[in-house]
């Protein structure tokens, strides 16, 4: 008898190998952003057709601010034009936008348009897209403790009552469930300061495969790779 295949509920996606498309093909980096661009639409598109209820893609982290003023503008305008874009595609197919990381340093005219589609799509139930911006986690575990040392202050918590729930209630993933499937593209062994919390039991799958040609056909290895998986979370 045929086995039936399991959807994970959450994906979250370590985007790397763009510039390296591009290298390949003689051809500047932002040429990889933007085929990178083609890839987050197919992968969400076909994420919400089979069942997935949460992707989270890592799109611009904290460290990501080092590289070169011209590649950062570049990011900046594809994920505008994106949010443009997208707005009406995600409404259109009952999917909710949710981002993460700290929004307050990225530009005015992007703070703004993600408020704006957060707030249409909050009622939205096909799928929730939560795209990391401005993300790190270590930046995200500071701030949570940061909230939770107020909170104490203000006698709003007791500091002995901190338990895991409490602490997960105060990160940007707040109300998320955890990741059952971490896929990174380009064949790097790294988390790169993604999840850290959130990923202590997801399995993990990493593909040579470079971002801009990870499609629908990708995505499903991926989740036939993860059948294969026998998750005990710490249990026998
Ligand atoms: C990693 O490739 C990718 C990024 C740092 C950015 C991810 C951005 C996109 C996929 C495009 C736009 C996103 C949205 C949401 C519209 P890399 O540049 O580190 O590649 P390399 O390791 O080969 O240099």
């Not at 994420?47 to 992707?55: E, F």
């Not at 401005?134 to 909230?147: M, S």
């Not at 998320?176 to 799958?205: C, H, K």
């Not at 993860?226 to 998750?231: A, L, V, Y």
Request: charged residues 35%; positive net charge; hydrophobic residues 40%.
């Amino acid at each position: 008898m045929k086995k039936k295949v399991k959807i994970p509920q959450h994906i979250a996606i370590i985007m790397d190998g763009n510039g390296r498309w591009a290298k390949k093909r003689n051809l500047p980096r932002v040429f990889g952003h933007k085929e990178g661009a083609k890839s987050v639409r197919e992968i969400t598109k076909n994420c919400a057709k089979i069942g997935v209820k949460y992707l989270t893609l890592y799109a611009f982290s904290t460290e990501n601010w080092k590289r070169p003023e011209n590649e950062i503008k570049f990011l900046m305008g594809l994920l505008k034009n994106y949010l443009d874009k997208e707005k009406k595609i995600l409404i259109k197919n009952n999917i909710r936008l949710k981002v993460i990381g700290n929004k307050t340093k990225l530009p005015l005219e992007i703070i703004k348009k993600i408020k704006e589609i957060e707030r249409i799509t909050k009622n939205n139930t096909l799928l929730t897209l939560i795209l990391a911006l401005n993300y790190g986690a270590r930046d995200e575990i500071l701030n949570a403790v940061k909230n939770i040392a107020k909170d104490i202050k203000r006698n709003k918590i007791e500091g002995n009552k901190i338990t895991e729930n409490l602490f997960e209630k105060y990160l940007y993933t707040k109300d998320v469930p955890d990741p059952d499937l971490l896929i990174r593209t380009s064949g790097e062994m790294r988390i790169s300061n993604f999840l850290l919390w959130q990923i202590a039991y997801t399995e993990i799958y990493v593909t040579k495969t470079l971002w801009p040609d990870f499609r629908k056909k990708e995505l499903l290895k991926a989740i036939y790779d993860f059948n294969k998986r026998e998750r005990r979370f710490g249990g026998i």
